[in-house]
C-alpha cells in the first residue's frame, strides 16, 4: 500500500491517577451510575474554576520522555470552542500551539523490520462526558449523555502521515499502549481508555478523518475499509472529499458525519483561568524516574535469558506477561520458560480471548515444566495441564493424578510398538519402500495405543531400532 498515507491522533486517558484533570472528582468511573462522579467544575458550572492535576502533568512528562520527544519550556493550554452536547463548557481545555512534548519517534515493527514513526506532539486535555445512541447514530432517535468522564485527563499522540498500511497502523497502537502500560500511566483494558482518530488518503487524493475508533482491532478494520472506499472511488472517476466520517463497528463501514472543519473553526484562545507551566525544570527528575521500557527489556531479556528475539518480543509485548516470564525463569530453565510462556500458555490465552490476568499463577506453571523436566509427563500432558487449569482451575498436581497423564514406562511403550508393528504389516512395506509418512503412521499409531502419555522421543527411537530389525 505505498500510496496509502496514515495518520494517527490517539487519545489515551491517564486512568492510573486518583483524580481528574482539573477537579477532585474520583477517575474510578467503572460501572457506576450515570452523572453520580461529577462536581461544578467537570460539568462545567458557571464560577467553578480548574486547577491542574500536578501528578498529570508528571505523567505526560514522562510519556513524552518514554516516546523520545522533546520537552517544552512552557506548555499552555487553551479553549477549543465548540458545541456539543457532551462537553458541558461550550468549550474543551486543551493545548494548541504549547503542547507538553513534540518531535518525537516511536519504533514500529514492520514485518520483521523496524522503522520509525514520528511523533508531532504529546498533548494534555480533559475528556468529553459519553454519548450514548439509542440504536446507531443513523437511527437514533435521541441520545443520552453520561458526564462521569467529563475531565478525565487524555493524552492526545498525535503521529505525522508516516504510516503506510492499516496493519502498521495498528502495530503502532499496540507498541504505544504497551509504553503506556509499562509506564503505569494507563489500563488499557477499561472501557474508554484508548480512543483512536485516523487520518487516511490516498496519494495526490483529499484527506478523511475517521473519528472515535474505540478498540485496537476497529482501528485496523476502519482503515482497510476506508481506503477499500477511496480506492473504488478512484477507479470510477468520483473525487473523494475531504471530511469526517464515523466508523460503524458492526456494518464494519465508514459512514460520513459532516465536512472536515479546519482549525480555525474552533476559535482557539489561551484558557484565561489557568498560567503556562514551566515544565523543562521537571525533565531531568523524571527522567530519572522512568522504569524499563519494552525495547530495553527486550534487549536484557535476549541477553540475560539467552532467548530468541521472537521469544523476548512475546515476553515484553506486555508489561504483565514479561513480569509473570521473570517470575517462571527464576525458578526454572529460562529458555524452556519463554516457550512454554510465549508459545503455549499465550497461545491458549489468545484462544480464549483472555490475558495474563486470567491465568493461573507463575507457581503452577514452574510446577508443570517441573513434571515436563523430570520426564513425568509429556508436552502432550502439559499442554492439557495448562488447558484444564485455564477451563476449571485446580492444582495441576491433582490435574495430572486424575487424567491419568503420567509418562508411560519405557517397557509399556516397548510393548506398545511391538503391537503397533505386528498390526501393520502394509505399512512396515510402504517404510521399507521410503514412503516416509509411513514411519509418521506408525508414530502416531503407538501415541494412540498409549494414550499419548509415551514420551515421542522414545517411541521413535524404538521404532526405528525395531525397523531395522525387522
Known amino acids: 500500500m505505498s500510496d ?12 492510573r491517577l486518583n483524580s481528574k484533570l482539573f477537579c477532585g472528582c474520583s477517575t474510578r468511573q467503572q460501572g457506576l451510575e450515570p452523572n453520580v ?50 462537553l458541558p463548557r461550550g468549550f474543551q481545555i486543551t493545548q494548541y500551539d504549547y503542547p507538553i512534548a513534540s518531535d518525537g519517534v516511536l519504533m514500529v515493527d514492520t514485518d520483521g523490520e523496524e522503522r520509525p514513526i514520528r511523533i508531532r506532539g504529546v498533548h494534555m486535555e480533559e475528556d468529553p462526558g459519553r454519548l450514548v445512541h439509542q440504536g446507531s447514530i443513523e437511527t437514533s432517535k435521541f441520545v443520552l449523555v453520561d458526564y462521569n468522564r467529563s475531565g478525565m485527563p487524555l493524552l ?103 465536512t472536515k472543519e479546519q482549525a480555525e473553526e474552533y476559535r482557539y484562545y489561551p484558557e484565561p483561568d489557568l498560567v503556562p ?3 523543562k ?51 526454572c530453565d529460562p529458555r524452556m520458560a519463554a516457550t512454554w510462556v510465549a508459545d503455549y500458555l499465550k497461545g491458549e490465552l489468545n484462544y480464549r480471548d483472555r490475558d495474563i490476568r486470567d491465568a493461573f499463577p507463575p507457581e503452577k506453571m514452574v510446577y508443570i515444566l517441573e513434571q515436563l523436566s523430570n520426564g513425568t509427563i509429556t508436552d502432550k500432558g502439559a499442554v492439557e495441564v495448562i488447558r484444564a487449569l485455564l477451563d476449571e482451575g485446580g492444582d495441576p498436581k491433582d490435574i495430572i493424578l486424575a487424567r491419568n497423564l503420567a509418562k508411560v514406562e519405557t517397557d509399556i511403550t516397548r ?47 524404538l521404532l526405528r531400532e525395531s525397523l531395522e530389525c525387522t
Not at 521537571?282 to 528475539?309: C, H, M, N, T, V
Not at 503397533?420 to 495405543?449: H, P, R, S, T, W
Request: aromatic share 8%; glycine share 6%.
Open 415 to 461: 510393548a506398545a510398538v511391538a503391537e503397533v508393528l505386528k498390526e501393520n504389516q502394509a505399512a512396515i512395506m510402504d517404510y521399507k519402500a521410503g514412503k516416509a509418512q509411513a514411519f509418521n503412521y506408525l508414530v502416531g499409531m503407538v501415541m494412540k495405543k498409549t494414550g499419548g502419555r509415551a514420551d515421542p522421543a522414545e517411541v521413535n527411537l
Open 281 to 331: 525544570s521537571w525533565e531531568s527528575e523524571l527522567k530519572g524516574r522512568l522504569p524499563e521500557l519494552p525495547d530495553a527489556k527486550r534487549e536484557r531479556f535476549k541477553r540475560q535469558y539467552g532467548i530468541s528475539d521472537s521469544h523476548a518480543k512475546v515476553l515484553t509485548a506486555e508489561i504483565r506477561v514479561a513480569n509473570y516470564y521473570e517470575r517462571v525463569a527464576e525458578r
Open 277 to 279: 507551566l514551566a515544565v
Open 37 to 86: 462522579m461529577t462536581c461544578p467544575v467537570c460539568l462545567g458550572l458557571p464560577g467553578a474554576l480548574p486547577v491542574i492535576n500536578k501528578k498529570a502533568v508528571e505523567y505526560a512528562i514522562m510519556v513524552g520522555l518514554a516516546l523520545n520527544c522533546k520537552i517544552a519550556e512552557h506548555a499552555q493550554f487553551y479553549r477549543k470552542n465548540y458545541y456539543y452536547p457532551d
Open 156 to 258: 492526545e499522540v498525535v503521529t505525522e502521515p508516516d504510516l503506510r498500511s492499516p496493519k502498521e497502523a495498528r502495530r503502532f497502537i499496540n507498541k504505544l499502549r504497551n509504553i503506556l502500560e509499562y509506564l503505569d500511566v494507563f489500563d488499557g483494558s477499561l472501557e474508554g481508555a484508548l480512543r483512536v482518530d485516523a487520518n487516511v488518503s490516498l496519494k495526490g487524493g483529499a484527506r478523511v478523518e475517521i473519528k472515535n475508533i474505540s478498540s485496537y482491532k476497529g482501528v485496523e478494520r476502519a482503515l482497510l475499509f476506508e481506503i477499500s472506499r477511496q480506492q473504488n472511488m478512484r477507479r470510477r472517476g468520483i473525487r473523494v472529499v475531504q471530511e469526517t466520517r464515523h466508523y460503524d463497528d458492526e456494518r464494519n463501514c465508514t459512514i460520513t458525519l459532516r
Open 4 to 15: 496509502v498515507i496514515i495518520g494517527l491522533e490517539v487519545h489515551c486517558q491517564l486512568n
